[in-house]
């Protein structure tokens, strides 16, 4: 098995020991999960965009590091990946608000981009020195020619001052 698929199924398998982790206490600890998701707050929704964001960014960094270690012929994934945000945030959207949505989407790129590009340098020194604040040259994604470092952090500022508005109902 290639290197880069082992280190591409760790996600998926990180994934399914949080789920099973949530069933265990539903089933141990006799608490209805469900109960607690729907009154779930924008903050916590944040932390797990942010969580989201972070993980998945661990995933495309072993698996785009990989790839090309292997010298695989890779087909341009971005367009896949986007729609699995979308997924994901989905229902997020249900659970807070449209509001609170544009905030998690402008601040994914601060928390994705800049944890790819540490886990890249991390794992082959010398491809990314400025590590979280790094701007890729080679990416195909078309977000990577406006998401500079500066735009990601200030997007990032904004959105976190109107998470906290939102969770006071200021906005």
């Known amino acids: 098995m290639k290197e880069s698929t ?11 020991a949080v789920m099973l982790v949530l069933l265990l206490i539903q089933v141990i600890g006799d608490i209805y999960i469900a109960n607690e998701i729907v009154e779930t ?8 965009w942010i969580a989201y964001a972070w993980l998945s ?37 249900i659970l807070t608000s449209w509001k609170a949505v544009l905030c998690y ?12 590009y540490t886990t890249r340098e ?3 020194k010398g491809t990314y020195p ?10 195909t994604a078309l977000s990577t020619k ?6 990601r952090t200030i997007l990032a ?12 109902k200021t906005v």
């Open 6 to 16: 082992k280190n591409t199924l760790k996600m998926p398998l990180i994934w399914l």
């Open 57 to 93: 960014a661990q995933f495309e960094a072993y698996y785009f590091n990989y790839a090309e270690k292997d010298n695989a012929e890779k087909p341009n994934l971005h367009k896949l990946l986007t729609v699995i945000r979308f997924v994901v945030i989905i229902p997020i959207w």
């Open 146 to 151: 406006f998401f500079t470092p500066v735009v």
């Open 41 to 48: 707050p924008v903050y916590y929704c944040t932390f797990i």
């Open 122 to 124: 991390i794992i082959f």
């Open 157 to 168: 500022i904004i959105s976190i001052i109107m998470i906290i508005l939102l969770r006071y």
């Open 130 to 139: 400025k590590k979280w604040f790094a701007q890729s040259i080679t990416s």
């Open 105 to 116: 989407m402008a601040i994914f790129p601060f928390f994705h981009d800049g944890s790819y």
